[in-house]
């Protein structure tokens, strides 16, 4: 008996059971190897999203926060060190274990020194290494702030400083002031003065007085203005008495003095007092007023 032939559907079954897993085997040895390539693919970048570097600004010294994500798309955990080149930045946790396909974020501080670059730094365990820029700008706030010192009055000028303690370039106004015994001496409006002061720096200015008062006390008061309007006003005392013409009133008075002193000794030479000083000379007498005894022709004793 001839034993009968297979049917078509069931040869087709056998065939494909046969070749399925000759199918399998190229997709699996693929497979490996895109997994094991994947699990080296770790990358850092700012937390959240859409940031291609990080940025801070701020006044001098001020302390920004931010995050930093580690994101491990791996199947494997790794392990990575973070650390902050030119820039001063401190960590939470400077090291940190990603686990597979997960995404670690870190967060840290980052103090404003100044305008400068920095990069943040992430390496694994077998030195590998990824970076982000990481930009600092000293944002220092407009500030206008002025001080006046060191005034004085001299022969023909008042002398003084202007101190620029604020933020921003100035080139003030100048306002001068000057009270004398009997009201104002000086009055002067407010005028543009030509200097351009830098932000911490000092300049010293004169102001010419060449019609200053001969004679007089006054109080001189100078008002800078900024040009957002901060001002500062100082001042100072002077006394102003012309000593050559005193010097001469008084050696002339001097000479009148003498001159009269003088005269006075020599009027009381002139005519001496009787009561007060005796002749150098016996003064004479008439001779019918004393005689001596010897010529009247008289003696002692009693008359005869």
């Known amino acids: 008996m001839r034993p009968t032939p297979p ?3 069931v040869t087709r079954v056998l065939v494909l ?8 085997l190229p997709a699996r040895a693929v497979a490996v190897p895109r997994a094991a390539a994947a699990d080296t693919g770790w990358s850092l970048a700012p937390a959240g999203g859409g940031r291609p570097s990080f940025y801070a600004e701020g006044a001098p010294g001020t302390v920004v926060r931010d995050r930093v994500s580690v994101t491990n798309g791996g199947g494997h955990p790794v392990t990575v060190s973070l650390a902050a080149d030119g820039v001063l930045a401190a960590f939470a946790d400077p090291r940190v274990l990603v686990p597979a396909r997960s995404r670690a974020e870190v967060p840290f501080t980052v103090r404003v020194s100044g305008d400068r670059t ?3 730094t992430a390496r694994d365990a077998v030195g590998r290494t990824r970076s982000v820029p990481l930009r600092l700008r000293a944002g220092v706030p407009a500030l206008s702030a002025l001080t006046v ?10 002398t003084y400083d202007i101190v620029n303690r ?3 370039t100035l080139s003030p106004r100048l306002a001068v002031r000057a009270d004398g015994v009997l009201g104002p001496v000086l009055d002067r409006a407010p005028r543009t003065l030509p200097v351009r002061l830098a932000p911490g720096t000092r300049t010293s200015l004169a ?9 007089d006390a006054v109080d001189v008061r100078l008002t800078v203005t900024a040009p957002d ?14 000593w050559a013409a005193v010097a001469g009133c008084g050696g002339a008075a001097l000479a009148t003095a003498a001159g009269v002193t003088w005269a006075a000794v020599r009027r009381r030479r002139g005519h001496p007092s009787r009561k ?25 004793g009693a008359p005869t």
Do not use: K, Q
């Not at 102001?207 to 004679?215: G, N, Q, S, T």
């Not at 309007?229 to 012309?242: E, I, M, N, Q, Y």
């Open 7 to 9: 049917r078509p559907d």
């Open 17 to 24: 059971s046969l070749l399925l897993p000759l199918t399998l």
């Open 118 to 120: 920095g990069t943040i």
């Open 149 to 158: 010192e060191r005034v004085a009055v001299r022969a023909d000028r008042i």
């Open 166 to 168: 604020g933020t921003t």
């Open 207 to 215: 102001e010419p007085w060449p019609d200053r008062p001969a004679l």
């Open 229 to 242: 309007g901060t001002r500062a006003t100082a001042g100072a005392s002077a006394r102003f008495v012309p």
């Open 276 to 300: 007060c000083s005796a002749p150098d000379t016996p003064t004479a007498v008439p001779d019918n007023r004393i005689r001596p005894l010897s010529e009247a022709g008289t003696t002692t």
